[in-house]
């Protein structure tokens, strides 16, 4: 079935480090990609979105592009700050309205 | 202007009680659901419904009744309470069918812990 493996956390950094959280899927179509985010008390909000193979999402400073060759839509930034400190979920979608996530990656950035 | 609200924000409960959970949206979409999060973080869909239709089941154990009242409501109401239910419990809403075009926006959760 459709599933979503991210690289397992906690995931710390520090202040101005440069993040990357993996990302990688099964699917038998052609879904679209997500990451929401979810920080501390909160429910989730969308980070960033590509629907189809090459697209690029963005928003925040962070990045993740959709790559068909190796099922991947890893999330990046280049300079992380203490207020990215969250639960990252990737997800994707594949008709019947139905959002499969990964398990979580909890980033902590420290000052 | 809340576009997605939970009630209550917590929850705490003994087992073999029924509870209820409020969701109410007004962004005007069509389509609402009810999410798992277990103690680890992992997310699972329960429910899905379109236009007060159930058009998602996710192998849900049948305690868990969600109803629609309207397209602005999804409450869901659990019955027996079990030990395993104590999870956080999301709510979102969407607009459109479908093509992973439509954003899913997320209530605030609501932690029901069972004793």
């Known amino acids: 079935g459709d599933s979503v493996t991210q690289m397992e956390g906690p995931v710390t950094l520090s202040e101005e480090a440069c993040l990357t959280i993996n990302c990688t899927y099964t699917a038998t179509g052609y879904p679209s990609l997500f990451w929401y985010v979810q920080y501390p008390g909160e429910g989730l909000q969308l980070l960033l979105k590509a629907t189809k193979a090459d697209d690029k999402g963005s928003n925040k400073g962070f990045e993740a592009t959709y790559r068909k060759e190796t099922t991947s839509f890893h999330l990046e930034k280049g300079s992380v700050q203490v207020s990215d400190s969250a639960v990252y979920f990737c997800?994707?979608?594949?008709?019947?309205?139905?959002?499969?996530f990964g398990q979580g990656t909890r980033l902590t950035i420290n000052p | 202007d809340t576009a997605v609200s939970q009630t209550p924000k917590y929850l705490v409960t003994q087992m073999g009680n029924d509870k209820s959970i409020k969701c109410e949206q007004n962004?005007?979409?069509?389509?609402m659901y009810w999410y798992k999060q277990d103690s680890k973080k992992f997310l699972k869909i329960m429910f899905s419904?379109?236009?007060?239709?159930?058009?998602i089941n996710e192998t849900v154990p049948n305690r868990f009744s969600p109803k629609s009242p309207d397209k602005a409501h999804l409450n869901l109401h659990i019955n027996s309470l079990e030990l395993g239910d104590s999870a956080v419990y999301f709510c979102?809403?969407?607009?459109?069918?479908?093509?992973?075009?439509?954003?899913?926006?997320f209530g605030p959760g609501t932690r029901l812990t069972v004793l």
């Open positions: 997800a994707l979608f594949l008709g019947a309205q139905k959002l499969v």
């Open positions: 979102a809403s969407s607009q459109g069918t479908g093509g992973g075009y439509n954003e899913q926006f």
């Open positions: 419904y379109n236009n007060k239709e159930l058009i």
């Open positions: 962004l005007g979409h069509d389509t």
